[in-house]
């Protein structure tokens, strides 16, 4: 099947071949897309094969990705595939958690179960398999974490070297641990995460190095396939809502690009509205949404949060993202840190953990429900990007009562769980348990 680059403005549409170098459109600088020019699918035979792939030990097969290449058809040899088994991603009933966001029903689609911890594996096996097609030798990254752990695990499969820039003193070191014992090259930038993406896009040109981050549109074509895989846990019936954290787009532009495909080729009979929830230290997003012009996002100069992962201010993927929260008739709202810590431990008190920006979501459920845009009745999915222990040290602070917001102001320990301090003596501690 064939495959190429488009650009993604709607003015310009150039066509690139799949193997050209860009991240950007040459002609008008937009952003790029994968798209398979005269591809159609036989509904009913591909949920088949799916399902069988799924009882298959084959490495393609037992991928939560690749197990649906037919989504994502961009590579002429699977040899180039380097798969740690990413996808395969439960969903999470959680009446709990709907409880306190007063709705009916919440499901948690929890990408926290992947290899590295989070959604950025579905993506970074497409990327990788991308670099090795075009025969680069070395990959690099801007990350506050996630994406630095998952490049570097990949990087280091696939026999690459991998180099991470990453903000110096502003990252979590559960995350930066991962990319230390993967191998990366890591360098602390003494800049904030916009500044550095724009350093990295000078040098990997200048190096002939390889850019994974989510300006990448293999790394889209990777983390559409979390929507495919929703859809066929949920026999292929759209929930009302889908509900995601945003930091630099990446995720709502891949949701929305597969939810359209999913819909043009029969897949789905219809399409679940999309909800971005940002932190309100980092909510370009939300700002450009509210104006009456959106044609320019504005920039947060200096993005504070405590949820790390969606603590960016310029994010890239933005007119990606602003086209399909448009399509999907999808809001966007920002959350404050307490409502982020709050919800986050509500999470976990459906025996379900998350990283802190994953709990964005929840707290935006509970925000949006009570405005009314969020029916009570609604059928509804929220996206759990990251795995509890992305950032232990967020979660005790909380319990402890020692959290405090980027502002040094205090966060409340609104349900904390705070551990107590005991004698060695078994009837004063039957006396406290009882």
Request: glycine share 8%.
């Amino acid at each position: 099947m064939p495959a190429e680059l488009v650009c993604f403005e709607s003015r310009c549409r150039s066509r690139y071949p799949i193997t050209e170098i860009i991240y950007n459109c040459p002609r008008c600088g937009g952003l790029l897309e994968c798209e398979y020019p005269g591809r159609k699918a036989d509904p009913a035979e591909w949920k088949r094969l799916w399902r069988q792939r799924r009882m298959n030990n084959g490495k393609l097969d037992q991928s939560g990705v690749w197990r649906y290449r037919e989504m994502i058809p961009f590579l002429d040899d699977w040899a180039a595939v380097v798969s740690l088994r990413e996808g395969n991603t439960p969903l999470l009933e959680a009446p709990r958690a709907a409880a306190y966001a007063d709705i009916e029903r919440l499901a948690f689609k929890h990408q926290g179960f992947n290899p590295t911890g989070s959604f950025k594996d579905n993506g970074m096996t497409c990327g990788t398999a991308q670099a090795i097609r075009l025969g680069m030798k070395r990959v690099a990254c801007v990350s506050t974490g996630n994406t630095s752990a998952s490049m570097a695990a990949y990087a280091s499969a696939a026999g690459l070297q991998s180099i991470v820039f990453l903000p110096h003193g502003n990252i979590s070191y559960g995350k930066l641990a991962q990319a230390l014992e993967y191998g990366a090259r890591t360098l602390q930038v003494e800049a904030n995460f916009d500044q550095i993406l724009a350093l990295v896009r000078v040098l990997a040109e200048r190096l002939g190095i390889y850019l994974l981050n989510s300006i990448n549109p293999f790394r889209i074509e990777g983390q559409k396939t979390i929507m495919v895989e929703l859809m066929d846990q949920r026999d292929w019936e759209a929930p009302d809502w889908v509900v995601l954290p945003g930091g630099n787009l990446g995720n709502v532009s891949a949701f929305g690009k597969g939810l359209r495909e999913m819909l043009e080729l029969g897949l789905i009979r219809r399409s679940p509205r999309l909800a971005v929830i940002q932190a309100a230290g980092s909510a370009p997003f939300y700002e450009l949404m509210r104006s009456t012009d959106r044609s320019v996002l504005p920039k947060v100069e200096r993005p504070e949060t405590l949820a790390t992962a969606i603590r960016i201010g310029d994010p890239v993927s933005w007119p990606k993202a602003k086209h399909e929260i448009e399509a999907s008739n999808g809001v966007v709202e920002k959350v404050t840190e307490q409502e982020i810590a709050d919800a986050k431990a509500q999470i976990g008190l459906c025996g379900i953990g998350c990283e802190p920006a994953s709990a964005a979501t929840l707290a935006g459920i509970r925000k949006l429900r009570a405005a009314g845009v969020i029916a009570r009745n609604a059928d509804v999915v929220a996206v759990l990007t990251g795995n509890l222990l992305k950032d232990p040290d967020y979660i005790y602070k909380y319990h402890t009562k020692q959290l405090q917001a980027p502002g040094g102001e205090k966060i409340e320990s609104t349900f904390a769980n705070q551990p107590a301090v005991v004698p060695n003596d078994p009837d004063r501690i039957a006396e406290l348990l009882s």
